[in-house]
């Protein structure tokens, strides 16, 4: 199910998701000059190497600090960043608009940060690098279904190759979606995959969104959202 758009009146301009959306755009395009083994160092760089934070070492290094922040700005290929910014690109603004543009960045960035640190829970000894923006954006979604679960959202949904645009509340797109990362992180788990996509990542960066949300709305924030809740 690919979400289209969410019916959501926003009152100020989303500057730091368009931010977001255009410093990942360019990261990329900065990648496609390089060779596979130079883009397999800048993973290994900038990525999330799961065994690096085995033991109390890791500390002490600054790079696997960094790391936790700069492998939210690279991506493994055109599907994992189209998909990303798309959804970034439906939900963000909406969040950011009653975030402010500065709780929204620090907010992201956390969830961004917790999300890779469960899938270092879940796969210790793994040497393989997880990069992408999938576990903030999924902070995001987190926070939207806590803050608009009503909002009715567009989704494109594919029956025997034909396109089928159907309205779903946001609650129930987001528990599908949520539902189905889980349903995946499980089998991966159970196949012993640890490469490919980072389920882990997407369940705890979905969580960190619902229980930091309240802390990062603005006082307008909380006020709209109450004000949508009576109507």
């Known amino acids: ?26 990261v990329f395009i900065s990648q496609l000059g390089l060779s596979p083994a130079e883009l397999e160092r800048l993973f290994q760089t900038l990525g999330v190497v799961p065994a690096r934070y085995a033991g109390a070492a890791w500390l002490g290094d600054p790079q696997q ?3 936790l922040l700069t492998s939210q700005f690279i991506h493994a290929g055109w599907l994992h960043i189209l998909m990303n910014m798309w959804i970034l690109w439906v ?19 956390l969830c961004g940060v917790l999300a890779a640190g469960i899938h270092v829970v879940v796969y210790p000894d793994s040497t393989i690098p997880v990069v992408g923006a999938s576990g903030a954006i999924s ?19 594919p029956v025997f190759f034909l396109p089928l645009l159907i309205y779903l509340p946001a609650m129930l797109y987001l528990l599908l979606w949520f539902f189905l990362q889980f349903i995946n ?12 996509v980072a389920w ?12 930091l949300c309240p802390f990062f709305l603005t006082p307008n924030g909380t006020a709209h959202r109450r004000s949508r809740r009576r109507r």
Request: charge should be positive; aromatic fraction near 8%; charged fraction near 15%.
């Open 185 to 196: 992180a499980k089998l991966a788990i159970a196949m012993g995959d640890v490469g490919g």
């Open 91 to 109: 939900f963000g603004d909406h969040i950011e608009d009653r975030m402010g543009p500065v709780n929204f960045l620090l907010f992201y960035l």
């Open 65 to 67: 600090y960094l790391a």
């Open 1 to 26: 199910m690919l979400p289209l758009r969410a019916e959501v009146r926003t009152r100020h301009t989303p500057l730091v998701t368009r931010l977001i959306v255009l410093i990942n755009v360019l």
């Open 139 to 157: 902070g995001v979604l987190g926070a939207y279904l806590l803050l608009l679960p009503g909002a009715r959202v567009l989704v494109l949904v």
């Open 200 to 211: 882990w990542a997407h369940i705890g960066g979905f969580i960190a969104g619902l229980a």
